[in-house]
Antibody
Framework: EIQLQESGPGLVKPSQSLSLTCSVT?????????WSWIRKFPGHKMEWMGY???????NYNPSLKSRVSISRDTSKNQFFLQLSSVTTEDTATYYC????????????WGQGVMVTVSS | IMLTQSPATLSVTPGESISLSCRAS??????LHWYQQKPNESPRVLIK???QSVSGIPSRFSGSGSGTDFTLNINRVEPEDFSIYYC?????????FGGGTKLELK
């Protein structure tokens, strides 16, 4: 079974970069699918941030402009999120997730990691 | 594409049958999925492509709609159904979610 697990610091200072790791087991991320980062803000709003595909191509939410970057380490079967110049508005629970190609839903999710941006 | 869910909160008693609404700002065909999220858990897919069932999901959950108007139905709410429900469109990038409907115990 595919499993995803997020890891990273729970506290980040304003203006710094947020970096998270998603470790995938049960499937090789270069074999298929899109691998996304999604966040849920306090108050329930959810935002898709971007994905890295099995081929290594990326696609980002324009709302995040040039602040977001998703990369991967295929030797460790991990993919990463980097969000630069964070503010308190980036405080959220961050999830990594998998979807198929095309119009598919997000069918596998990690358990989520809460990140607070505060000085 | 903006997704508007209503109501924001719905208070019901177990055994009631309910409908949750999701409206898209433009046509998304049937590329609309419903998720349930319980406290301290990750979202899980309940219904995909507006009306298709998902393996392992109880049959009391069903969906309908196409274009811009979609509905999630729960036939006879069970105690474990009290959670937040989201719709999400996969018709265009960026993928977007509705604001959620919180189903609470009356």
């Amino acid at each position: 079974e595919i499993q995803l697990q997020e890891s990273g610091p729970g506290l980040v200072k304003p203006s710094q970069s947020l970096s998270l790791t998603c470790s995938v087991t049960g499937y090789t991320i270069t074999s298929g699918y899109d691998w996304s980062w999604i966040r849920k803000f306090p108050g329930h709003k959810m935002e898709w941030m971007g994905y890295i595909s099995y081929s290594g191509s990326t696609n980002y939410n324009p709302s995040l402009k040039s602040r977001v970057s998703i990369s991967r380490d295929t030797s460790k079967n991990q993919f990463f999120l980097q969000l630069s110049s964070v503010t308190t508005e980036d405080t959220a629970t961050y999830y990594c997730s998998k979807s198929g190609m095309g119009f598919t839903p997000f069918d596998y999710w990690g358990q989520g990691v809460m990140v607070t941006v505060s000085s | 594409i903006m997704l508007t869910q209503s109501p924001a909160t719905l208070s019901v008693t177990p055994g009631e049958s309910i409908s949750l609404s999701c409206r898209a700002s433009q046509s998304i065909s049937t590329n609309l999925h419903w998720y349930q999220q319980k406290p301290n858990e990750s979202p899980r897919v309940l219904i995909k492509y507006a009306s298709q069932s998902v393996s392992g999901i109880p049959s009391r959950f069903s969906g309908s709609g196409s274009g811009t108007d979609f509905t999630l139905n729960i036939n006879r709410v069970e105690p474990e159904d009290f959670s937040i429900y989201y719709c999400q469109q996969s018709n265009t990038w960026p993928r977007t979610f509705g604001g959620g409907t919180k189903l609470e115990l009356k």
